[in-house]
């Protein structure tokens, strides 16, 4: 005994039919959406912090030089000890940046000279900013004379971050919208044409049409690939099949011709009996069936051998084919048996004499290695539709016409 093998079950292979249908392009601009917005969503983060550290130093450096401005605009004033310049001074600063405070320490007064708020030196680097006032002289020489506080107001960048963002961001978009239009362009052109015209020739090629020849569609690409691939597929797949109408030929050959006689075989027979009755009942018509069976052909085969038997069958059957119609079919059912079946009206009159033709033909001496070799013959008729309409019914009634034929020579 073999032992029996367990093979895996196999997943049951979903019906593509009933997924939805999802275009190549549609697809394509799915998978590259996500990873565009990602890289936007970055670029924009790094935009931001990028445009708030330049915001921030260029402020920074703005402040810077203005207090070296105002500083040294102030040498002059504070030497003098000329209060109202220094209030112009204090002025002419709070105009130009957005200031909270400022405040000058100097030997002129003996407390600081203010202006607006007190600074506040815990601001932060960014917003509190102290300098030395120095006089220079005629003679370069540097006297320090007072100091600066300034505490400017807090910083505001994020409308200008924003303004810039905003900017930065509607030149992505459109970046991002032209990139995704040039791809699909492309998908199009290198994806979605040459796949459409490659299904249509291949539906084309399918429903029996003529077709470009996939020859057309030389591409040195994957795509030319899969071309090459249909190609050959189609190729082979054309060389089986020829191969398998060959076979049937040959099979329809053995399953249908007896290979001895050459003559048609019983399922020829059924055949071609089952139309002509059926036609004959549509017209009105008639048709009959000769049973014929050979009487003294065992004496042959036992006297003689299987050679002489298979001699005198062919011998039978030449001559059964040649005294009968090409519209007649001549059949061997198996043994020493053959039939035929006759087709069209009137027939009744001359059967009668074409059995004795028969009979007489097969009687014939036959010729075989010298000697001469004699066989009888007994013929049953049916007559269809009178004797039956069905191969059943026609058949036994011939062979039993055929034993009583064979009782009488008897």
């Given amino acids: 005994m073999s032992a029996k093998t367990d093979h895996p079950s196999s997943p049951r292979p979903r019906n593509a039919s009933s997924l939805p249908r999802r275009p190549l392009g549609t697809q394509f601009l799915h998978k590259m959406l996500l990873p565009l917005l990602i890289a936007f969503l970055v670029a924009s983060a790094s935009g931001v912090l990028i445009s708030q550290m330049i915001i921030h130093n260029e402020v920074e450096a703005r402040r810077q030089m203005i207090m070296g401005a105002h500083a040294q605009s102030l ?34 007064a003996g407390s600081p000279t203010l202006f607006g708020a007190t600074p506040d030196s815990s601001a932060g680097p960014e917003n509190y900013f102290a300098r030395d006032v120095v006089y220079i002289d005629h003679q370069t020489e540097e006297t320090t004379i007072g100091s600066l506080e300034v505490e400017f107001e807090s910083l505001f960048l994020w409308g200008a971050v924003a303004s810039l963002l905003w900017r930065y961001m509607m030149m992505c978009a ?21 796949v459409g015209r490659f299904r249509n020739a291949v539906s084309r090629q399918i429903g029996n049409e003529v077709a470009a020849p996939l020859s057309d569609y030389s591409r040195n690409d994957e795509f030319g690939d899969l071309v090459d691939v249909y190609s050959s597929l189609m190729e082979e797949l054309a060389t089986v099949i020829d191969k398998l109408r060959s076979n049937e030929k040959a099979l329809m050959q053995v399953v249908r011709v007896e290979p001895l006689t050459g003559l048609g075989n019983r399922i020829v027979l059924e055949e071609e009996l089952s139309f002509a009755v ?26 003689y051998g299987h050679n002489a038997g298979d001699f005198v069958l062919q011998e039978v059957a030449r001559r059964l084919r040649a005294a009968t119609r090409a519209t007649d079919t001549v059949a061997r059912l198996g043994g020493d048996e053959f039939a035929v079946v006759l087709e069209g009206k009137a027939l009744s009159k001359a059967i009668p004499e074409l059995v004795q033709t028969l009979v007489g033909l097969i009687c014939a001496p036959i010729e075989y290695e010298g000697s001469t070799l004699r066989v009888g013959a007994s013929i049953g008729t049916a007559r269809f539709p009178a004797d039956g309409s069905t191969i059943k019914a026609l058949l036994a009634h011939a062979d039993r016409a055929m034993y009583a034929t064979k009782q009488k020579r008897r």
């Fill in 278 to 303: 059926a036609l004959a009942l549509l017209e009105d018509s008639e048709g009959y069936l000769l049973l014929i069976d050979l009487d003294d052909f065992k004496i042959i085969n036992d006297t």
């Fill in 75 to 108: 040498a002059v004033s504070l030497r003098d000890c000329d209060s109202a310049a220094v209030a112009r001074t204090f002025e002419i600063m709070t105009n130009q940046s957005r200031i909270a405070g400022i405040a000058v320490n100097s030997s002129c």
């Fill in 174 to 194: 459109l970046m991002i919208m032209v990139m995704m239009a040039g791809a699909l362009m492309a998908f199009r052109q290198i994806v979605s044409t040459p």
